[in-house]
Every structure is written in structure tokens, then in C-alpha cells.
């Protein structure tokens, strides 16, 4: 996925790993309770969470959820 992400093409990717997502996408959605939460790069959904650690930091934030 990675190296087609890096030639440009597009990937859809359903994940509950975060820092796959992160690693693979440019852009990524986080989604909760039926709602999309943030959207951006993963620079920018960290700081829609208001968060600087992880994603999985970010998602916890972002839904309410805790661990």
C-alpha cells in the first residue's frame, strides 16, 4: 500500500490501525458513532483533536471513547 500510496495512487483504506493510517495516507477521515469526526492529514486531525501524541490519541479524543 505504501508504495502505491507514494506513486500517486489513490487507496481507500478501512483501518482500525491508526498508525498504518497514518503512515499510509495523505488524508485521512476519523469516524464515530456514524459521524465523520475530522478530516485532514494526520498533522491536521491531531490538531482538531487537540492532541499531539498519537492518532489513536486523536480518535480516543475526537469520539469520547475511552480505551
Given at each position: 500500500l505504501e508504495e502505491r500510496a507514494a506513486r500517486g495512487t489513490t487507496v481507500l483504506l478501512s483501518t482500525h490501525l491508526l498508525d498504518v493510517a497514518?503512515?499510509?495516507c495523505h488524508r485521512?477521515?476519523?469516524?464515530?458513532?456514524?459521524?465523520?469526526?475530522?478530516?485532514?492529514?494526520p498533522e491536521e486531525v491531531l490538531a482538531q483533536a487537540g492532541v499531539a501524541a498519537t492518532l489513536e490519541d486523536a480518535f480516543l479524543?475526537?469520539?469520547?471513547?475511552?480505551e
Open positions: 497514518g503512515r499510509v485521512l477521515g476519523v469516524l464515530g458513532g456514524g459521524k465523520l469526526r475530522a478530516l485532514g492529514t479524543a475526537l469520539t469520547g471513547r475511552r
